[in-house]
Nanobody
Framework: QVHLVESGGGLVQAGGSLRLSCAAS????????MGWFRQFPGKERVFVAA????????YYADSVQGRFIISRDNAKNTVYLQMNSLKPEDTAVYYC???????????????????WGQGTQVTVSS
């Protein structure tokens, strides 16, 4: 099994920045696609960003493109989400997810991911 733990959430003013971290353990980290999703109150989890095991390819939701950057450090078994120019509508619980890459997987679909962290709250004030 793969265990994921998120950290770095908190309260920030609109226009500010935060960096989320997700530490992984249990299996070989470099073989996994890593993703970030977020969940608004009363809503389904939605895609934010994903990165392939090699770090060569990244994917972003239109709502965060140009503002957020996903990266990974396989030596530390950690994936990051750098969030810049934050808006109040970014307020949500952010979840880290992981899965072995499949030939036809769709990175933005939450059902593609097998492992999930507990989530970290991000609140952006006006």
């Amino acid at each position: 099994q793969v265990h994921l733990v998120e950290s770095g959430g908190g309260l920030v003013q609109a226009g500010g920045s935060l960096r989320l971290s997700c530490a992984a353990s249990g299996r070989a980290f470099s073989n996994y696609v890593m993703g970030w999703f977020r969940q608004f109150p009363g809503k389904e989890r939605v895609f934010v960003a994903a990165i392939r095991w090699s770090g060569s390819s990244t994917y972003y939701a239109d709502s965060v493109q140009g503002r957020f950057i996903i990266s990974r450090d396989n030596a530390k078994n950690t994936v990051y989400l750098q969030m810049n120019s934050l808006k109040p509508e970014d307020t949500a619980v952010y979840y880290c997810a992981a899965t072995l890459e499949s030939p036809r997987m769709i990175y933005a679909w939450k059902d593609e991911y097998d492992y999930w962290g507990q989530g970290t709250q991000v609140t952006v004030s006006s």
